[in-house]
Nanobody
Framework: QVQVAESGGGLVQPGGSLRLSCAAS????????MGWYRQAPGKGRESVAT???????NYADSVKGRFTISRDNAKNTVYLQMNSLTPEDTAVYYC????????????????WGQGTQVTVSS
């Protein structure tokens, strides 16, 4: 069984910073892609940033230059450093672990965390 747990959300003033963490636990052989998604009230879930096991990254245009995603493969952990936050960044942030294999020959599966609230407000 795989569990995905996010942490680091909270309330921050505009212009401030937060660092989100997400750890996948369980008997994991490999994780192909780890990423952050967000869902604001009344809106659909959108991709924020993703990172492959090889370190390749992809960002939403709205966060380029402000957010940085990083990953520790040994710890099955992904981070999201968020700087210059604006009220438009307010959302529940979800971590996704995609292409998770419990054995080298096992079929890959995707897992989601429960989400962590980020609120940007003065």
């Amino acid at each position: 069984q795989v569990q995905v747990a996010e942490s680091g959300g909270g309330l921050v003033q505009p212009g401030g910073s937060l660092r989100l963490s997400c750890a996948a636990s369980g008997s994991i052989f490999s994780i192909s892609v780890m990423g952050w998604y967000r869902q604001a009230p009344g809106k659909g879930r959108e991709s924020v940033a993703t990172i492959t096991s090889g370190g390749g990254t992809n960002y939403a245009d709205s966060v380029k230059g402000r957010f940085t995603i990083s990953r520790d493969n040994a710890k099955n952990t992904v981070y999201l450093q968020m700087n210059s936050l604006t009220p438009e960044d307010t959302a529940v942030y979800y971590c996704q672990c995609a292409g998770v294999r419990l054995r080298s020959w096992a079929s890959p599966r995707d897992y989601w965390g429960q989400g962590t609230q980020v609120t940007v407000s003065s």
